[in-house]
């Protein structure tokens, strides 16, 4: 069973920066697809950036492109999500996701991913 463990989350004034981990346990998969999610108040949970831990490359939702990064740790299956630039609206519980699979197929869809973190939240002031 594989876990997830996102950390990194807080508080910060717009313009800022954060940066988020999540940590992958009970892997016996070569590759997952491993992507960031996030949900604000009364709103859905938006997919805005995926990696696959075996290669490849990332893919970003066009609310974030060029303001946030998502790369492979040296750690095995740890993934980081280097925000910058925050700004209000930003603010949502951000939480990580996996499946066993290629990110091509599960894109940025809920119902792409089998494996859920806690989530972690994320607050930006004005």
């Known amino acids: 069973q594989v876990q997830l463990v996102e950390t990194g989350g807080g508080s910060v004034q717009a313009g800022g920066s954060l940066r988020l981990s999540c940590a992958a346990s009970?892997?016996?998969?070569?590759?997952?697809?491993m992507a960031w999610f996030r949900q604000a108040p009364g709103k859905e949970r938006e997919g805005f950036a995926t990696i696959e831990t075996g290669g490849g490359g990332t893919y970003y939702a066009d609310s974030v492109k060029g303001r946030f990064t998502i790369s492979r740790g040296a750690a095995k299956d740890t993934v980081y999500l280097q925000m910058n630039s925050l700004k209000p609206e930003d603010t949502a519980m951000y939480y990580c996701?996996?499946?066993?699979?290629?990110?091509?197929?599960?894109?940025?869809?809920?119902?792409?991913?089998?494996?859920w973190g806690q989530g972690t939240q994320v607050t930006v002031s004005s």
């Open positions: 009970g892997v016996f998969y070569s590759n997952l697809c």
């Open positions: 996701a996996a499946i066993p699979s290629s990110c091509a197929v599960s894109g940025f869809q809920t119902s792409g991913y089998n494996y």
